[in-house]
């Protein structure tokens, strides 16, 4: 069956980095574009990051555009999210995502990021 | 960029009722939009895309219609496992996507 989990959060300060994965099995993960949303405590759900199914294509919503960066391994099918800079408000459960058209069809547990001095 | 907004906030039903979910877009996004469900501590699900097409294991019980700028999700009748968080989504910017803010049911 299609599993997505990530892994890789903790708690950070701001300014720093940490890097997230998520390893998936179950489908052709080179087929699909993958992504990254984000919820932070008690709030709805923001798309985070995409990166199309070969890795060439990469977009990132304004809030984490010039610190986040994606990326991926299809050898070795991971979705891979790189988070420099880290601020308060970027603490959240990080979720990945299969992007199927235009929705997101398959889900991961996701993981707890906190940043806080 | 399309923003989707999501009423009511909160639905208090009890079980067996039907429930009326609304969203709504700023500007029209065709028949491109999706449903999740979000229970607590668990990731969102996909009920509804296209509108109107209910995606694998989704029950019938689930109604999804709208297009343009207004959307409804229709829960015909309620289970004790369809309390939960209901958000709606689009494709507002391609490649860019939008969420709404979200409508809790919960038990009356």
């Known amino acids: 069956q299609v599993q997505l989990v990530e892994s890789g959060g903790g708690v950070v300060q701001p300014g720093k980095s940490l890097r997230l994965s998520c390893v998936v099995s179950?489908?052709?993960?080179?087929?699909?574009?993958m992504q990254w949303v984000r919820q932070a405590p008690g709030k709805g759900l923001e798309w985070v990051a995409l990166?199309?199914?070969?890795?060439?294509?990469?977009y990132y919503a304004d809030s984490v555009k010039g610190r986040f960066s994606v990326s991926r391994d299809n050898s070795e099918n991971t979705l891979v999210l790189q988070m420099d800079s880290l601020r308060p408000e970027d603490t959240a459960v990080y979720y990945c995502a299969r992007r199927n058209s235009d929705y997101f069809d398959y889900w991961g547990q996701g993981t707890q990021v906190t940043v806080t001095s | 960029d399309s923003v989707l907004t999501q009423s009511p906030a909160t639905l208090s039903l009890s079980p067996g009722e039907r429930a009326t979910l609304f969203c709504r877009a700023s500007q029209s996004v065709g028949g491109y939009l999706a449903w999740y469900q979000q229970k607590p501590g668990q990731s969102p699900r996909l009920l509804i895309y296209?509108?109107?097409i209910r995606a694998t294991g989704t029950p019938a019980r689930f109604r999804g219609s709208g297009s343009g700028t207004d959307f409804t999700l229709t829960i015909s009748s309620l289970e004790p496992e369809d309390f939960a968080i209901y958000y709606c989504?689009?494709?507002?910017?391609?490649?860019?996507?939008?969420f709404g803010p979200g409508t809790r049911v919960d038990l009356k």
């Open positions: 989504q689009h494709r507002s910017n391609w490649p860019l996507f939008t």
């Open positions: 296209d509108a109107s």
């Open positions: 990166v199309s199914s070969n890795g060439d294509e990469k």
């Open positions: 179950g489908f052709s993960f080179s087929h699909y574009a």
